[in-house]
Every structure is written in structure tokens, then in C-alpha cells.
């Protein structure tokens, strides 16, 4: 399969790669424009990561429409898509709390990805292809 066609392909591997895709480009992105807000603009660091999140929360809300999910975005399905990342958060965070007390706190994040990840592709998936946000 060339790129065209996999960019293209509505089957389910390439939407779950373009997802992963779009995730780790979105926390690059994140990450820069933290560094660059902290840096060189001078903005301290709990405002930097604000504003950060803010910008890289939109790239991905575009990028998951129209490269992930092949999807025009609105409002409905904006409005699905920051519930299913707080809902997301609610998750991550409250794994965490179980796994320190087994892992530890340095490794509690990665069991807590190892599930919420796979959830949150679910989740997105519902809010750009579900006729309910249509």
C-alpha cells in the first residue's frame, strides 16, 4: 500500500496508526510550544504548559477530523471530543493513584497509558463517527 492509499484507507489499522500518528504529533507539538513558551518567550512554566495544551489540543482535534477519521468537524463533535479527553484525564489520573501503590509512582503513568490509550481511541472514534454528533 502506498501513502496515498493508506492516508486514504477508511479500514480500521490505518485509522488506529493515523490515531497514533496524530497522538505523537500532537505531543510533540505540545511539548515545543511549551519549551518556546517557557524560553523564549518567558512565560512561566504553569502558564507555558496552558497554553501549550490549549494549541495542541486544537492541532489534534483538526488533525483527528480530517486525517484520522476522515470527518468534518463541529461543534457537536467538538464538544464530544474535549468530553472524551477529560474523561480520558479522569482515567489516567485515577489509574495512576491505583498503580503507584503497585509499581511504584515513577512507573505508575505507563500501566494507566496501557489502558487509557486504547480507551481514548474509542472514545474519539465515537465522537467523529457516531451519527449522534453529526
Same mark, same amino acid.
Given at each position: 500500500?502506498? !501513502?496515498?492509499s493508506?492516508?486514504k484507507?477508511?479500514?480500521r &489499522?490505518?485509522e488506529?496508526?493515523?490515531?497514533? +500518528?496524530?497522538g505523537?504529533?500532537?505531543t +510533540?507539538?505540545?511539548y515545543?510550544?511549551? =519549551?518556546v513558551? +517557557? *524560553? /523564549?518567550v518567558?512565560? #512561566?512554566a $504553569?502558564? %507555558?504548559t496552558m497554553?501549550?495544551?490549549? !494549541?495542541s489540543f486544537?492541532?489534534n482535534?483538526l488533525? %483527528? %477530523?480530517?486525517?484520522?477519521? *476522515?470527518s468534518? #468537524?463541529n461543534a457537536?463533535k467538538?464538544l /464530544?471530543f474535549?468530553? %472524551? *479527553? @477529560? $474523561?480520558?484525564?479522569?482515567m489516567q489520573?485515577? @489509574? =495512576?493513584?491505583i498503580?503507584?501503590?503497585? $509499581?511504584?509512582p515513577?512507573? /505508575? @503513568?505507563l500501566p494507566?497509558?496501557a !489502558?487509557?490509550? #486504547? @480507551?481514548n481511541?474509542?472514545? =474519539?472514534?465515537? /465522537?467523529? &463517527?457516531?451519527? *449522534?454528533?453529526?
Amino acid at each position: 500500500m502506498d !501513502i496515498r492509499s493508506f492516508l486514504k484507507d477508511d479500514g480500521r &489499522k490505518a485509522e488506529v496508526i493515523r490515531f497514533a +500518528l496524530v497522538g505523537g504529533f500532537c505531543t +510533540l507539538l505540545q511539548y515545543g510550544m511549551y =519549551v518556546v513558551f +517557557l *524560553h /523564549a518567550v518567558g512565560v #512561566p512554566a $504553569v502558564v %507555558s504548559t496552558m497554553i501549550s495544551y490549549a !494549541i495542541s489540543f486544537v492541532a489534534n482535534f483538526l488533525l %483527528s %477530523s480530517f486525517f484520522t477519521f *476522515h470527518s468534518d #468537524p463541529n461543534a457537536k463533535k467538538g464538544l /464530544a471530543f474535549a468530553a %472524551s *479527553h @477529560l $474523561v480520558n484525564m479522569g482515567m489516567q489520573t485515577g @489509574l =495512576v493513584a491505583i498503580f503507584k501503590g503497585i $509499581v511504584g509512582p515513577t512507573l /505508575a @503513568l505507563l500501566p494507566a497509558l496501557a !489502558i487509557c490509550v #486504547p @480507551l481514548n481511541y474509542f472514545m =474519539v472514534r465515537f /465522537a467523529f &463517527k457516531s451519527r *449522534h454528533f453529526s
